[in-house]
C-alpha cells in the first residue's frame, strides 16, 4: 500500500488483511483498537468501513485468512508424497514454525482459542473447523500409511491423528521459549519410529531374541 503526497493512500484489501493479521496476532484481539489498525495500515477509517463494519469482522477475516493458507500450505505437500514423507514433512513443520525465533510468535489459532475460548461461538467455530482439519489431514495419511502396510496397525488412525494433533499443538506453545530445532527433530523422529511398522516389527523380533 503506497502512497503519493497529497493524495488518499490506495486501498489494497489482501494488504490491510495482512496488516490487520499481523496487529492481532502480535496484541490480542482485546488490546488491538481501530485506531492501531489504522496507524499500521496508513489508511483512514472511512478506507477500512467500506469493506469492514467493525474490529470483530476484521478479526474474523484475518483469522480465516490465517487459517485457509494453513490449509492450503498441507494439502500441497503431502498430495503427492509417500505416507512416511509426508507424516515427516508435516512433523518437520510445525518444528520449523515452533523454533527459534519464529516458534516465539505461535499459532494464531491457539492464541485466538485463549484469547476468546469459551464464550465466543462463532470463533469455536472456526477453531474446531481448523483443528478438524489438521486431524483429518493426518488420518488420511496414516489410513494411507496402515493400507500401505508402513505404519503400525494395531489402533484406529483417527486415535493417533488426535494424539499426533495434540503433540503438533502443544509443540507450538513450547516454542514460545524459542527451543533449538534440533530437539523438537529428535522428537518427532522417535514419533514416527513408533509408528512404523517394520521398527516395530524389529523392536519386536529383538525382545523376543533377548527373552529366549
Not at 5 to 30: I, K
Not at 112 to 117: D, N, Q, V
Not at 199 to 208: C, E, K, L, P, Y
Request: with cysteine; charged share 30%.
Amino acid at each position: 500500500m503506497k502512497s503519493s503526497a497529497g493524495r488518499p493512500r490506495e486501498f489494497d484489501p489482501d494488504a490491510f488483511l495482512n496488516t490487520a493479521l499481523d496487529c492481532f496476532w502480535q496484541h490480542g484481539y482485546q488490546a488491538t483498537s481501530m485506531a492501531d489498525l489504522m496507524k499500521a495500515s496508513g489508511l483512514a477509517s472511512a478506507s477500512i468501513y467500506k469493506l469492514y463494519p467493525d474490529k470483530r469482522a476484521i478479526y474474523l477475516a484475518a483469522l480465516q485468512r490465517y487459517m485457509d493458507e494453513g490449509t492450503s500450505r498441507t494439502k500441497k505437500r503431502t498430495a503427492e508424497m509417500t505416507p512416511e514423507a509426508a507424516l515427516r514433512e508435516m512433523l518437520d513443520f510445525a518444528a520449523q514454525l515452533s523454533s527459534a525465533p519464529a516458534g516465539e510468535r505461535g499459532c494464531f489459532t491457539i492464541a485466538a482459542a485463549s484469547e476468546l475460548l469459551p464464550g465466543d461461538e462463532e470463533v469455536k467455530s472456526k477453531v474446531f473447523a481448523k483443528f478438524e482439519n489438521i486431524i483429518d489431514e493426518l488420518e488420511c495419511i496414516l489410513l494411507r500409511g496402515q493400507q500401505q502396510k508402513v505404519f503400525r496397525q494395531d489402533e484406529e488412525a483417527r486415535v493417533i491423528a488426535k494424539s499426533l494433533f495434540m503433540m503438533i499443538e502443544g509443540m507450538r506453545i513450547y516454542g514460545k521459549i524459542q527451543p533449538e530445532i534440533e530437539d523438537i527433530r529428535r522428537s518427532n523422529d522417535f514419533i514416527i519410529r513408533t509408528l512404523l511398522l517394520n521398527v516395530n516389527n524389529g523392536a519386536g523380533d529383538r525382545t523376543a531374541k533377548a527373552s529366549a
